[in-house]
Nanobody
């Protein structure tokens, strides 16, 4: 069974930091790309960062570039999202998602990540609240 479990969310003051973890199981980690998405009530799901475990490509949305860092630990089947210089507008429920990305399938490039509709497996989400 494929499972993704997010952790690390919480309440933090503006300017603070959090590290989210996405721990996965049930699939060949190196064959998948992992994306971080966030949902603000009343807004569409936003793709903020993705990483290809197959070739190491990384994407950041402009809204988080320079503040967030995505990384992958293949030994732990876990992807991290280090979030620094947090702003109140970063308040959202954060989800990680996985999509098969080998055999020539491209999910992540340096300038784009596949839309959320193309990710097959999702975690339950973790709340991040940034106070002003």
């Amino acid at each position: 069974e494929v499972q993704l479990v997010e952790s690390g969310g919480g309440l933090v003051p503006a300017g603070g930091s959090l590290r989210l973890s996405c721990t996965t199981s049930g699939f060949s980690f190196g064959d998948y790309s992992i994306g971080w998405f966030r949902r603000v009530p009343g807004k569409d799901l936003e793709g903020i960062s993705c990483i290809s475990n197959n070739d190491g490509k990384i994407y950041y949305a402009d809204s988080v570039k320079g503040r967030f860092t995505i990384s992958s630990d293949n030994a732990k089947n876990t992807v991290y999202l280090q979030m620094d210089s947090l702003k109140p507008e970063d308040t959202a429920v954060y989800f990680c998602a996985a999509e098969f990305a080998t055999w020539g399938i491209v999910v992540v490039t340096a300038t784009a990540c596949a839309p959320s509709s193309e990710f097959a497996h999702w975690g339950q989400g973790t709340q991040v609240t940034v106070s002003s």
